[in-house]
């Protein structure tokens, strides 16, 4: 450290003195001056500094610089006559400039700090966050934002390296490229999504000073435009569900105005986009009051309004709904239901239903009632035809219960556990009775389901198929289904390829086919083939005797069905439902009982004459015409026998069975009485 006397304590030397104080590589050795209350004197003295009156005190010391301060020049020739060579003596008038040269410094520093500070400040106040390194890699600054989106502070961090502060920092790299690295996204350690721009500092020179980088977060930002990207696509695919939808639908907006419409309302109304939307909701209007503009104003939804929209009066049924969002009405959206289309699909139901009556076998032989001897042929001849796979033929009139025997051979059968297929053959046009028995490939027709689609044939496999009214089948389709019969196997529509098949066939028909085959309407060939177990259904008018245990039958089971407690019929009543010669047999009597039941009161536990309909109640003809069919003469003996049967049945029923009050109200013994239930198999 140098050694340095200053010469003078006026203002020169207390310039150089500060100045000294300010350096850390000079000492000051001493102060001089012969006023020993010179200014310079004090401080050296208030620093613990020698002074003294004269320079030639210090004449022997060690002393690398002597200055000389302003107003003593007149020592300095003396001193330099006296000091060794190495020792440097500046003159008053260079430490002057060097005191001028303090104070700008000084005054610099200032301006410096009141910059820098005036810099952080705006850093800090900056909304970006910022990070300064210098070229050797070590923090140097990290302003307020940046601490905040790091997480981090800055005095835990400056001076040390930035991957000490940020592991994934790229500041490194653009120190060595010296490049800018400008707008990049970046995904920070703390997870944070930024976009960085980050540049070398290069000093005037072109040198390397450092590097910053200033980044913004955008977390929040990407989070809003992914919410905003889910709505997009909620919108979008909403617009894609109404415009796919087979119903047509108008939205309006608050003020009733046309807002969307779809593809399927253009279809129906005949409107197009250019036609409704931003017009009122009255232009599609063409019979009856806006449903939109209803809705907007009561803010209640309405269902089922009848009207003609759009230029072709189309008859529509509306259901129209608000829109509400957060308590306020934002419009309303309608949706149009073409009655046609709803009429014709109706009208399909129906026919779908009634055609294919794709039905579980309910029935056993218990379910089918009758005592008569020509039921209990029907039912014997039923009963063994199950057991054996032979074509079985139900013939009767309309009625008579073919279906139901049909049920009960199937589950008599050893295919119980198997499909039962009911077809309807007179309710099928024939291209379709075709297509659903034998089935179809792909393509086969227009609107042929993708893959095809298996036939009642195929469907029945291992089971049984009841083809009902089958003599009502065109000469196109006996044939057909004479070949599946023969060959046991079927060959889909529009497929070539046959489809072996093990179903067990029963068929009905109420239709005379010997006649049939002589007009030419019937086919002998399948005559023969389905005519190997023929088994007649007796009419009523064959079995009337069967009549009162048929009409309990059904009042048990109309009981059943409507939660009624109807007990019996009286004698009069069934008296007269003999004496009806029931064209339509246990249908219509089904009919006649339950509509007579449904005008009984509740109270009433006893169906009587009153109950029953004009058409029965008023035929004056006497039960035993009737008892045989069309009323032929028959021997005195057996119209007596089925007299006594019928009589003897009513009173048994009526007495529920009981044995002892029935030969009580008969006035016969009781022994007499099962004498003639055995008779009759009444039991
Ligand atoms: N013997 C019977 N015992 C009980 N109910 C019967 C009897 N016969 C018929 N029925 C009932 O009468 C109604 C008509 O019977 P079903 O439909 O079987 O007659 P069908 O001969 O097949 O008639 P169609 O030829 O018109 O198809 C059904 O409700 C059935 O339950």
Not at 187 to 212: C, E, M, Q, Y
Request: aromatic share 6%.
């Amino acid at each position: 450290m140098k050694q340095v006397l200053i010469v003078g304590g006026g203002k020169g030397g207390t310039a150089l003195f500060n100045l000294l104080q300010a350096t850390s590589r000079m000492s000051i050795k001493a102060v001089v001056d012969s006023d020993l209350n010179a200014p310079a004197i004090q401080l050296a003295k208030n620093a613990g500094i020698p002074v003294s009156a004269n320079w030639k005190d210090w004449i022997f010391e060690e002393i690398d610089i002597v200055l000389e301060a302003t107003g003593v020049e007149e020592v300095l020739d003396e001193i330099i006559d006296v000091r060794p060579r190495k020792t440097v003596v500046v003159p008053g008038a260079v430490a002057n400039i060097i005191s001028e040269l303090l104070y700008e410094k000084e005054y610099l520093v200032e301006k410096v700090k009141s910059q820098a500070n005036r810099l952080e400040l705006i850093l800090n106040h900056i909304h970006d966050g910022m990070i300064v390194i210098d070229k050797n890699e070590k923090v140097e600054l990290l302003n307020k934002r940046a601490e905040r989106i790091l997480n981090k502070n800055e005095s835990d961090y400056k001076g040390k390296h930035i991957f000490e502060l940020l592991p994934s920092s790229r500041l490194p790299n653009v120190l060595k490229s010296q490049r800018r690295e400008l707008n990049q996204k970046t995904i920070l350690d703390n997870g944070k999504k930024v976009i960085s721009t980050r540049i070398p500092i290069i000093s005037k020179t072109g040198d390397l000073v450092g590097a910053f980088a200033v980044f913004k977060d955008i977390t929040e930002v990407v989070k809003l435009a992914e919410e905003n990207t889910d709505l997009n696509e909620i919108k979008t695919m909403l617009e894609a569900i109404i415009k796919s939808s087979d119903e047509a639908i108008s939205v309006v907006d608050e003020k009733g105005n046309g807002l969307i419409i779809n593809p399927a309302y253009t279809r129906i109304t005949g409107l197009a986009e250019a036609d409704v939307i931003g017009k009122p909701a009255t232009v599609d209007i063409a019979e009856g009051e806006s449903m939109h503009l209803k809705v907007l104003e009561t803010r209640r939804a309405v269902r089922g309004v009848h009207m003609k929209v759009g230029p072709h009066n189309k008859e529509v049924i509306v259901n129209v709904a608000p829109i509400i969002v957060q308590g306020k009405i934002k419009g309303s959206v309608g949706v149009l239901h073409d009655v046609s289309e709803i009429q014709l699909l109706t009208k399909e139901l129906k026919r779908a239903r009634q055609i294919i009556r794709n039905l579980e076998a309910r029935y056993t032989f218990d379910d089918i009632i009758g005592t008569s001897s020509e039921m209990k042929l029907a039912l014997e001849q039923a009963k063994v035809g199950a057991k054996t796979p032979a074509i079985v033929l139900l013939r009767g009139e309309s009625g008579t219960g073919k279906e139901l025997f049909a049920h009960a051979i199937h589950n008599e059968s050893d295919r119980k556990h198997n499909k039962f297929i009911r077809v309807n053959c007179a309710a099928l046009s024939e291209s379709l009775l075709e297509s659903e028995l034998f089935g179809y490939e792909e393509g086969a027709f227009t609107g042929a389901k993708t893959g095809g689609k298996k036939g009642f044939f195929e469907e029945a496999n291992g089971g049984s198929i009841f083809l009902d009214e089958i003599g009502e089948l065109s000469l196109t389709m006996q044939a057909k289904l004479l070949r599946v019969l023969q060959e046991k196997e079927v060959v889909r529509v529009g497929g070539s390829t046959p489809i072996s098949i093990d179903v067990r066939v029963i068929a009905a028909t109420n239709v005379n086919l010997e006649k049939a085959i002589m007009n030419r309407s019937f086919r002998e060939d399948l005559y023969y083939r389905i005519n190997k177990l023929p088994i007649t259904v007796p009419a009523i008018k064959e079995r009337i005797s069967d009549l009162p245990e048929l009409i309990q039958h059904i009042i048990y089971k109309m009981n059943n069905e409507y939660g009624r407690d109807v007990e019996r019929i009286s004698m009069k009543a069934t008296e007269q439902l003999m004496k009806y010669h029931w064209p339509g047999n246990v249908r219509e009597l089904e009919n006649v009982v339950s509509r007579a039941m449904i005008f009984m009161d509740n109270t009433e536990k006893v169906l009587d004459v009153e109950h029953l309909p004009n058409t029965i109640s008023n035929k004056q003809e006497d039960a035993f015409v009737n008892v045989t069919a069309e009323g032929d003469i028959v021997k005195l003996q057996d119209a007596l026998d089925i007299y006594e049967k019928q009589y003897i049945n009513m009173v048994f029923q009526r007495c529920n069975k009981n044995k002892t009050k029935t030969a009580k109200e008969l006035q016969i013994s009781v022994r007499n009485l099962y004498y003639k239930l055995d008779k009759y198999n009444l039991e």
